[in-house]
């Protein structure tokens, strides 16, 4: 059975590194729709350069365009066998728009990660990420150094990741994402869980609640 897992979570609750570990994990791709409209502004498409204007303000792409990127995406091969979202849905429309388009397909294994507001604003603030390969800094040597561990390209202050603008998407996720929690919970494969502790600590709460859900035992 296909694992299809959307992971939802404030901004810098952790949902990027922990997509990306997941994903790997299982040999599923990990989806990000911040990571797809980041490739696009850099590729200085049409679809980019407005998208950037929206991030940078700390708004939200309209439903329209991220619904269709994300129908496309999960029609690629690679995707029927599982996926992981990460930044999709952020609003109810997505998510109601998610739902039609998983029509036929294994259920939508959900996961909140939670994290208190005033974390939130510690890791935004001193988030870095790589200018080349678009990875989260994770370690102490690497913030120090500026320099990417895995491709050693130069790393930076995401562009949205400025006071002002964390501040508008924290107001943005409050009104239009956390709904999201009440529209999934009723759902037998709904699980929130505590994402204020270590990453290798969150990794492992993950795996282990996504198996327990989705009827796997074995958590790797
Ligand atoms: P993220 O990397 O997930 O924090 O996304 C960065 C920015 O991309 C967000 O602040 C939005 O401006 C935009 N974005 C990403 N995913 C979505 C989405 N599902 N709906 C609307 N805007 C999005």
Do not use: H, W
């Amino acid at each position: 059975m296909a694992l299809n897992v959307i992971m939802l979570g404030a901004p810098g609750a952790g949902k990027g590194t922990q997509a990306e570990r997941f994903a790997r994990a299982r040999r599923i791709p990990k989806i990000s729709t911040g990571d797809i409209l980041r490739e696009a502004a850099q590729a200085g498409t049409e679809l980019g350069k407005r998208a950037k204007a929206v991030m940078d303000r700390g708004e939200l792409v309209s439903d329209e365009i991220m619904i269709g990127i994300v129908k496309e995406r999960l029609d690629q091969p690679d995707a029927a066998a599982g996926f992981v979202l990460d930044g999709f849905p952020r609003t109810v429309a997505q998510a109601q728009a998610l739902d039609s388009i998983m029509q036929g397909r294994s259920p939508l294994v959900i996961v909140d990660i939670d994290v208190p507001e005033v974390e939130l604003i510690r890791r935004l603030g001193s988030r870095l990420v790589c200018s080349n390969c678009a990875s989260n800094a994770t370690t102490t040597e690497e913030a120090t150094s500026l320099v990417c561990a895995k491709c050693g390209g130069k790393l930076v202050q995401r562009s949205d990741d400025k006071e002002a603008t964390v501040r508008e998407r924290l107001a943005v996720y409050r009104a239009k994402t956390m709904p999201l929690v009440d529209f999934y919970k009723a759902r037998s494969t709904f699980r929130s869980i505590n994402g204020a502790s270590t990453p290798d600590g969150v990794a492992k709460e993950l795996a282990r609640t996504i198996d327990s859900v989705s009827g796997n035992g074995a958590s790797r």
